[in-house]
C-alpha cells in the first residue's frame, strides 16, 4: 500500500486532485454569479456542477498515465526514471495550487461581506422609530416572514417613480405599480408583499438591497412613467436583493391603450426572470375599460384612498366621474362600492347612510363582470351587519382570488375576534404582517387577540408598536395602558406630532377616568380628536366598557338606533372578556343579532371557554 501512495504521490496525482477541485470550485461559484447577471437558465448551474463531479475521476487517471513536460505531455513510464521533469511539474503545480487558493480567499471573503446578516429564528415584532419613518423601520421579521426571505421567488413592487411634467401624473405612476402589485399576487407561485408596505419606501433613496431585507423579499421591481399625451414611456426593472444585479430590465414606449398588454409583459417577463414554474397560466389584466380617462380617474381615485384615509370622500367623488364616463366600468363601481363600506367601518357614516349605496354599485359591478368575488361580499352584507356562514365562505372566496387584499385579510381577523378565536385570529395577524410587515392595522388586531387569551403585557406592547406606527390618537391608547405614567410616553409624542398640548390632552384623559365627568369628556368635541373614533360610538362603548360603566348599555342602543355596525362594536368588547359586560342579558341579545350566537352553536365556542371562565357562552353546545 506504501508504495502505491508514494507512486501516487511520485507522478503528482495528489496535487492534480487538489488544482481540479479548486478549479472546479471557482467555475461554480462564477457560473453561480454569471447566470442571474446574464439571465441565463438556472440549470446551467445544476450542468457545471455535475460535469465537474464526471470530469474528477478523469483528471486523476490522466495525471497517472502522462506528465506533462517542456516537450508537451508525455506518457508517465517514458519519463519514469527522469526525477528532473517530474520535479519542475511538482513546483509548477504547486505554484498554480497556491494561486487558486488565494482566489478562492478572496471570493470567499467577498460573499461574506455582501451576504446579509442572518435573522434570528425568534419571531419578534418589529420596530418602528419615533420619527415615524417606515422607511428607516429595522424589521425583525416573524417565521413566516423569515420563510419568506429564503424564498427566492418573492417580490416587492416598488411605486413607479412620476417623470412626467405635471406632478399631477403621480397618481397615475403610483396606480399603475399597485395595479402591477395586484397582478403579481394573483400568481400563486410569487410572494409578493403588500402595498403598505412597498409603498412606504415611496420616495426614499434608500439601497434596494436594504429595502429588500427589510422587507422580507429575495427581488424588487422599481421602474419610472413618463406620460407625454397619449404616449407612455415605461421602464421597469427586476434586482435582485442579494447583490444588487438586475435580473431583468426593459422599456416601453406605447400608447396610452397599450397599458393593460404591458402590464400583461411585465408580469410574463418577472415569471420568466424568476424561472417560476406555473402550475396555472399567468392570469392577464384583461381589458377592464376602452376609455382612458376613466381609467386614469381610477388609478388616481385608487391611490388617494389607499395613501390617505382622510381623502376617501375626494376619491368617491372621482370615481363617480369615471363611472359616469364609462358606466360599464366594472372595477370602478366595485371600488366605488368597497370605498362606501369603508364609511360604514371607520364609523364616518352609518350602515343606514351608505348600506344602500354598497349594494347598488356591488350589483352593478357584478352585471358587468360576474366574477368579482369582492363585490359579491359587499353585496351579502346585510343592513343589520349579520355574520352568517355564507359571508364567512364569501370573505374566503376573496382572499384566495385576490391574496393581497388587505382590507378582506383585516375582515376576516376580525372575525375570528368577534368570534372569540383569539388562537386563530393571532395565527392570522402574524401572516398578515409577513406579508404587508407595515401595515399597522394587522398589530392592532394582535393586540386584541393577545388581550383576549389574558396576554395583557403582550397586548400592550402590541397596542404601543400599533400606536408607534401611526401616532394618530393618543387617548385611546393611553387608557389601554389604564393611564399609568407609560401613557405619558405616547401623549408626549402624539402632542409632538399634532401640535396638541400634551397638558391638554392629560386634563382630558383625567376627565374620562372620573365617572362624574366622563360622559361630558366623550361628549367633547375634542375627544374625536383625542380618541380618533369619528364620532363612530365605538371607541367611546370601548372606553365605558373599560370601566364597567352602567352607561354603556343605553349608549350601544343608541348607536344601534344610529345605524352603527355592531359587529364593529362587538370586537373590543369580547377582547376584554369581561364578565361584567358578557353575562349581562343585553349582550346576548346583541350576540344574537349580529349571527355570533349561531356561529357559536354550529362551530366552536371561543377560546375563554376552557373550564375557568362562566359564561352563558361556554354552555351553548349543551342547549343543543
Not at 417580490?155 to 403579481?184: H, K
Not at 398588454?261 to 406555473?278: N, R, Y
Not at 401616532?471 to 385611546?476: I, N, R, S, W
Request: charged share 20%; aromatic share 10%.
Amino acid at each position: 500500500m506504501n508504495g502505491l501512495f508514494e507512486e501516487l504521490k511520485h507522478r503528482n496525482v495528489f496535487r492534480v486532485g487538489i488544482a481540479y477541485l479548486a478549479l472546479t470550485w471557482l467555475i461554480i461559484q462564477i457560473t453561480n454569479i454569471a447566470v442571474p447577471a446574464l439571465n441565463l437558465p438556472e440549470t446551467l448551474n445544476s450542468i457545471v456542477f455535475y460535469l465537474g463531479l464526471i470530469g474528477f475521476p478523469f483528471a486523476l487517471l490522466l495525471a497517472w498515465a502522462f506528465e506533462l513536460t517542456p516537450d508537451g505531455l508525455k506518457r508517465s513510464s517514458d519519463v519514469a526514471d527522469d526525477t528532473r521533469i517530474r520535479a519542475e511539474s511538482s513546483r509548477k503545480l504547486n505554484y498554480v495550487i497556491i494561486g487558486m487558493l488565494v482566489f478562492i480567499a478572496a471570493i470567499a471573503l467577498w460573499q461574506g461581506q455582501s451576504t446579509p446578516a442572518a435573522e434570528s429564528g425568534e419571531s419578534k415584532i418589529a420596530t418602528i422609530p419615533a420619527d415615524n419613518s417606515p422607511a428607516k423601520a429595522a424589521v425583525s421579521p416573524s417565521k413566516a416572514a423569515s420563510d419568506t426571505i429564503r424564498n427566492q421567488h418573492s417580490i416587492a413592487v416598488l411605486p413607479f417613480v412620476n417623470m412626467s411634467s405635471d406632478p399631477e401624473q403621480e397618481y397615475f405612476s403610483d396606480g399603475l405599480s399597485e395595479e402591477l402589485l395586484n397582478l403579481l399576487a394573483q400568481i400563486r407561485e410569487l410572494k409578493v408583499t403588500g402595498r403598505t408596505s412597498s409603498f412606504a419606501f415611496k420616495g426614499s433613496n434608500e439601497d434596494l438591497r436594504k429595502i429588500g431585507e427589510q422587507l422580507n423579499v429575495a427581488t424588487v421591481l422599481e421602474g419610472s412613467v413618463r406620460r407625454s399625451g397619449n404616449r407612455l414611456r415605461i421602464t421597469a426593472q427586476l434586482i435582485k436583493v442579494e447583490d444588487g444585479f438586475h435580473l431583468w430590465s426593459e422599456t416601453y414606449d406605447r400608447e396610452m391603450t397599450d397599458v393593460f398588454a404591458i402590464q400583461d409583459e411585465i408580469a410574463a417577463k418577472i415569471v420568466a426572470a424568476l424561472h417560476v414554474k406555473l402550475e396555472l397560466p399567468i392570469p392577464l389584466r384583461g381589458l377592464p375599460t376602452t376609455n382612458m380617462e376613466a381609467y386614469q380617474l381610477f388609478l388616481e381615485a385608487k391611490a388617494l384612498a389607499a395613501g390617505d384615509y382622510l381623502r376617501i370622500l375626494d376619491a368617491v367623488e372621482i370615481l363617480k366621474r369615471a363611472v359616469k364616463l364609462d358606466p360599464g366600468f366594472a372595477e370602478a363601481h366595485e371600488l366605488l362600492a368597497s370605498l362606501y363600506s369603508g364609511f360604514i367601518g371607520s364609523g364616518q357614516g352609518t350602515e343606514k347612510e351608505y348600506q344602500p349605496l354598497v349594494v347598488k354599485h356591488a350589483n352593478t359591478a357584478l352585471s358587468i363582470d360576474p366574477k368579482r368575488v369582492w363585490a359579491k361580499l359587499l353585496k351579502g352584507r346585510s343592513v343589520a351587519g349579520k355574520v352568517t356562514e355564507d359571508s364567512l365562505r364569501r370573505i374566503e372566496n376573496v382572499i384566495t382570488a385576490q391574496p393581497q387584499n388587505t382590507t378582506a385579510q383585516f375582515y376576516r381577523t376580525w372575525l375570528l375576534l368577534a368570534f372569540g378565536y383569539y388562537q386563530e385570529a393571532i395565527k392570522e395577524s402574524d401572516l398578515s404582517i409577513a406579508q404587508d410587515p407595515f401595515y399597522m392595522n394587522h398589530y392592532l388586531q394582535r393586540s386584541y387577540a393577545l388581550r383576549g387569551l389574558g396576554r395583557t403585557e403582550e397586548a400592550t406592547n402590541a397596542m404601543v408598536f400599533w400606536y408607534n406606527g401611526i401616532k394618530e390618537y393618543a387617548g385611546l391608547n393611553s387608557l389601554s395602558l389604564r393611564y399609568t405614567e407609560g401613557a405619558r410616553g405616547l401623549v408626549n409624542a402624539y402632542a409632538e406630532k399634532t401640535g396638541q398640548n400634551a397638558d391638554a390632552v392629560f386634563t382630558f384623559l383625567e376627565r374620562v377616568v372620573d365617572p362624574v365627568t366622563r360622559i361630558d369628556a366623550l361628549d367633547d368635541p375634542m375627544s374625536s380628536v383625542y380618541l380618533g373614533t369619528h364620532n363612530s360610538g365605538q371607541g367611546r362603548l370601548q372606553i365605558l366598557v373599560h370601566f364597567q360603566d352602567a352607561r354603556f348599555w343605553p349608549e350601544l342602543e343608541k348607536y344601534a338606533a344610529a345605524g352603527g355596525t355592531l359587529v364593529g362594536a362587538f370586537v373590543p368588547i369580547m377582547s376584554t372578556r369581561s364578565r361584567w359586560v358578557i353575562n349581562d342579558p343585553r349582550f346576548r341579545s346583541v350576540a344574537e343579532k349580529i349571527g355570533v350566537v349561531d356561529h357559536w352553536r354550529n362551530n366552536k365556542l371561543p377560546d375563554f371557554c376552557d373550564g375557568t371562565f362562566e359564561s352563558w357562552i361556554c354552555e351553548l353546545h349543551d342547549e343543543r
